[in-house]
Nanobody, 123 residues
Framework: QVQLVESGGGLVEAGGSLRLSCAAS????????MGWFRQAPGKEREFVAG????????LYADSVKGRFTISRDNAKNTVYLQMNSLKAEDTAVYYC????????????????WGQGTQVTVSS
C-alpha cells in the first residue's frame, strides 16, 4: 500500500522560504510521476508542480514558476518542493500525490495522496 507523508510546512513571513518533503513508501515509483498540489480555505485543490521519478523534466503552475522548485531524491524515495519568495496567497495545505507515467495538472488523475502539510505566509 502506497504511503505518502508530507512534512516541512509552517508559518513564514512574506518573502521567506520553506522546503516541503514528501516521503514515499510501500510501492513502486519508477514509472510514476509525483505532483504537489495545494488547497486554500474555500478554494479548490490546485496543481503546483510535478516531476517524474527518472526523467529530468518538471512542470509548474504559472503562479509559482520562478519561485518554487520541485526535485527528487530517488535513493530516498523523497520529493521536495523548495518554495522561495513566498506570498500571502501561497497560504494553503500542500499535498503530494502519485500518478502513473506523466505529470498531470488534473487532481482527478492522481491515485495516491498524502495527508497534507499546512503552509501559512504572513504578510
Amino acid at each position: 500500500q502506497v504511503q505518502l507523508v508530507e512534512s516541512g510546512g509552517g508559518l513564514v513571513e512574506a518573502g521567506g522560504s520553506l522546503r516541503l518533503s514528501c516521503a514515499a513508501s510501500g510501492g513502486t515509483f519508477s514509472n510514476y510521476a509525483m505532483g504537489w498540489f495545494r488547497q486554500a480555505p474555500g478554494k479548490e485543490r490546485e496543481f503546483v508542480a510535478g516531476i517524474r521519478w527518472f526523467v529530468d523534466s518538471a512542470l509548474y503552475a504559472d503562479s509559482v514558476k520562478g519561485r518554487f522548485t520541485i526535485s527528487r531524491d530517488n535513493a530516498k524515495n523523497t520529493v521536495y518542493l523548495q518554495m522561495n519568495s513566498l506570498k500571502a496567497e501561497d497560504t494553503a495545505v500542500y499535498y503530494c500525490a502519485r500518478r502513473w507515467a506523466y505529470v498531470s495538472r488534473s487532481v482527478s488523475e492522481y491515485d495516491s495522496w498524502g495527508q497534507g502539510t499546512q503552509v501559512t505566509v504572513s504578510s
